[in-house]
């Protein structure tokens, strides 16, 4: 079975300051990855992807996220964030069609 | 390009009434995907269409919920009858099979059982 942790709900982070939110998977085989954001009122917008090859993938945003296979991690980052990155925060796994979606992780931005 | 287009945005109904979700997936998409976000469960995949052909629907609630895809560009949801339970946020994805689970979402129908 398939599954996603994402273990913090909530992320408070300065405007300016970097971001690191966190995503644990649980897969049989080798995933594909994905992180969405979803702003209030809206769906939810791909940010970057892994399939395979290099373990760091670059993002829309200037966000990028590593691929840890022995952690089973695959945490997203970026190194200064925006105000306009508040928002919430999905990390996904599966295959074909088949995604899992983590609970979410909420970033404010305070100025 | 037009994204994923789903309406009506907002659905408010009372218990009982039959509500009809519509989705317009991105054209070219052969994929499309319905998910149901609400706070205590997340984001929950309803249904899979391939092909306008229902792959999995497995995660369907319940006889109350139907969906259909009468061709590429149009699907529908549909809660008949319904019940306060069933408010949530429904969001419609679509993909092409190639980009191996890309899924691009529609704004999602906010609806609201009294």
């Known amino acids: 079975a398939q599954s996603v942790t994402q273990p913090d709900i909530h992320i408070t982070v300065s405007e300016g300051a970097s971001l690191e939110l966190r995503c644990n998977y649980s897969y049989g085989a080798t995933p594909y990855l994905f992180w969405y954001v979803q702003s209030p009122g809206q769906g939810l917008q791909l940010l970057l992807k892994?399939?395979?090859?290099?373990?760091l993938v670059q993002g829309i945003k200037g966000f990028e996220a590593e691929f840890k296979r022995s952690q089973s991690s695959f945490n997203l980052r970026k190194p200064s964030v925006h105000w306009s990155d508040a928002a919430e925060y999905f990390c996904?796994?599966?295959?074909?069609?088949?995604?899992?979606f983590g609970a979410g992780t909420t970033v404010t931005v305070r100025a | 390009d037009a994204g994923v287009i789903q309406s009506p945005r907002h659905e408010v109904t009372e218990m009982g009434q039959e509500v009809t979700l519509r989705c317009k997936p991105i054209s070219g998409h052969n994929s499309l995907f319905w998910y149901r976000q609400t706070m205590m469960r997340g984001l929950e995949l309803l249904i899979y269409f391939n092909n306008n052909v229902p792959i999995d629907d497995s995660g369907m609630p319940e006889d109350r919920f139907s969906a259909k895809m009468p061709n590429a560009s149009f699907s529908t949801l549909k809660i008949q009858p319904s019940e306060p339970r069933d408010s949530a946020v429904y969001f419609c994805?679509?993909?092409?099979?190639?980009?191996?689970?890309?899924?691009?979402f529609g704004p999602g129908t906010r609806l609201t059982v009294l």
């Open positions: 996904a796994v599966g295959a074909i069609y088949k995604l899992s």
């Open positions: 994805a679509s993909s092409l099979d190639r980009t191996r689970g890309e899924q691009f």
């Open positions: 892994y399939f395979s090859g290099d373990t």
